[in-house]
């Protein structure tokens, strides 16, 4: 049985805090209420070490779920999502396959600011294109996602 990856705000803006993971499946339950991104970006006075000049990262890993594909997941990726995370503010740092887990991908995106970070999430969810994209390829999966601003002695900010 095919299940749906469901990238909307409601599953992207996870609960705030430094690591969080939720469960991306297709299926009738409405999906939580979105919670705001925690702060991170520039001028981040709560955490030590961080330059103010620091955009905001998200580090996310998916862990595709037994009877789903990875390489349908890597697919949909190469031809669809980062060209669309692009023309929704995002910017591609990079994106991973772990050498020992062959189920998982991790990738890396960077936003002005947490505000700048929701605002590209809606739009990429309510885009028409990725609305049948996921669509029309299913893939079920576990999302952890960190928040990350760049320290003070980063060579990326």
Same mark, same amino acid.
């Given at each position: ?96 396959? *772990? ?12 936003? *002005? ?14 885009? *028409? ?29």
């Amino acid at each position: 049985m095919k299940h749906l990856l469901l990238l909307s705000l409601a599953a992207a803006a996870l609960p705030a805090g430094p690591s969080t993971a939720a469960a991306q499946t297709g299926g009738a339950a409405a999906p939580a209420a979105p919670r705001p991104t925690p702060p991170c970006g520039p001028n981040l006075t709560t955490v030590k070490n961080v330059d103010p000049r620091s955009r905001c990262f998200e580090m996310r890993t998916y862990t595709v779920r037994e009877g789903s594909s990875i390489d349908l997941l890597h697919s949909r990726f190469r031809q669809h999502t980062t060209r669309l995370f692009a023309k929704h503010g995002m910017t591609n740092i990079g994106y991973w396959q *772990p050498v020992d887990r062959p189920n998982q991908l991790i990738y890396l995106l960077a936003y *002005p600011d947490a505000a700048s970070r929701d605002k590209a999430w809606a739009a990429f969810s309510a885009d *028409p294109e990725w609305v049948k994209v996921r669509t029309d390829t299913q893939v079920s999966v576990q999302v952890d996602s960190v928040f990350m601003s760049a320290t003070d002695y980063s060579s990326i900010k």
